[in-house]
């Protein structure tokens, strides 16, 4: 294990099983005390937002706070990249200033250019391909209801976008089973499930990307899903909510189907009646307040060890 320090962290990819399971342990560990050591003192991060946000941003601000750190939200359009400064000058100049950038943008290319240029750690706060922060979080709650991860299985009902990408590739290293149910043609990145299925085999832990709902959802131990129309894809509303409801969204009768006991996880913000009927959301089943949470420990866990 190279050290986490100074890292980027653009997608689980570039995060081997162990550095998973650290951050994991390191989180679990912080969401116990107290206080948090000053890992941040008198450092400032960049928080970079080019869409909206109100867990990724106030569990970053928050944890960079606690960690004794000084957070900058920065709104893209508030500033000269909305304008056209390109991405690399801004990197340059934002590396005067900061020791860590979060950026949630819309091309996950301009997340790679940002941390090609950048000398300080960037983090992927969200963007078209990847929520890396999130699966930490989401894993973070699965231990906690579950006990462990190896031998679990998550079924993810709904769209095949960022969160499904990172859930799969989590899911993978960190041996949970994984069966994505979507309709056809609104799949996961086909680079991501090809890079889950090679994790998969070295963890032992199946992945399945099926049409059926039923059949993921049949023996899981949780039931995942997330908005039809991601951020951006606003245009394409009508069309998408026709090809999944009512056959994808999660009700109480889809998720009779899972194992008595399993939870039922939602990255937020959620659409009641849209992927997820309210009585889901609501239902003592329902881990999303905690998964929710899980953000602010997880952020706080991943800056201490990257910074
Ligand atoms: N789950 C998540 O990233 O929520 P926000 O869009 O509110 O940050
Ligand atoms: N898939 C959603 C996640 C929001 C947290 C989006 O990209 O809008």
């Known amino acids: 294990m190279a050290g986490l320090k100074g890292r980027d962290i ?9 550095e998973i399971d650290l951050i994991l342990k390191r989180s679990s560990l912080l969401a116990r005390r107290r206080t948090v050591p000053q890992k941040l003192k ?13 867990r990724t941003r106030v569990s970053f601000e928050t944890a960079v706070a606690q960690l004794g750190g000084h957070p900058v939200y920065l709104s893209w359009n508030e500033m000269q990249l909305g304008r056209g400064e390109t991405i690399s000058d801004t990197a340059k100049v934002l590396d005067r200033y900061v020791k860590a950038i979060m950026a949630r943008v819309y091309s996950h290319d301009d997340l790679v250019v940002l941390a090609e240029t950048a000398d300080a750690p960037v983090i992927n706060g969200l963007s078209d391909k990847h929520h890396p922060c999130q699966i930490l979080a989401d894993l973070l709650t ?8 190896k031998g679990l299985k998550l079924a993810y009902v709904g769209d095949g976008n960022n969160v499904c990408n990172s859930l799969l590739i989590g899911c993978a290293k960190t041996g949970v089973n994984i069966a994505v149910a979507r309709p056809p043609g609104y ?6 499930v090809k890079y889950a299925e090679e994790a998969a085999a070295r963890s032992g832990a199946s992945i399945s990307i099926v049409e ?6 049949r023996g899981a131990d949780a039931v995942y899903t997330d908005t039809f129309v991601s951020m951006g894809m606003e245009k ?5 909510l026709s090809a999944f409801i009512p056959k994808y969204q999660v ?3 889809l998720l009779s189907h899972a194992k008595p ?20 959301i609501d239902d003592a089943q329902s881990a999303v307040w905690d998964e929710a949470e899980n953000r602010l420990h997880t952020a706080r866990g991943l800056l201490s060890l990257i910074m």
């Open 10 to 18: 653009l997608s689980l990819v570039e995060l081997s099983p162990r």
């Open 42 to 54: 008198g450092k400032a991060v960049a928080l970079i937002f080019q869409k909206p946000s109100t």
């Open 142 to 149: 699965l231990i906690q209801y579950k006990k462990r991860l």
């Open 187 to 192: 799949g996961p990145d086909p680079e991501a």
């Open 212 to 217: 059926d709902p039923k059949e993921a959802v």
């Open 236 to 240: 394409e509303k009508e069309t998408r």
């Open 251 to 253: 009700t109480r009768t």
């Open 261 to 280: 006991g399993a939870i039922f996880l939602h990255c937020l913000p959620a659409h009641r009646g849209e992927e997820v009927t309210a009585d889901v």
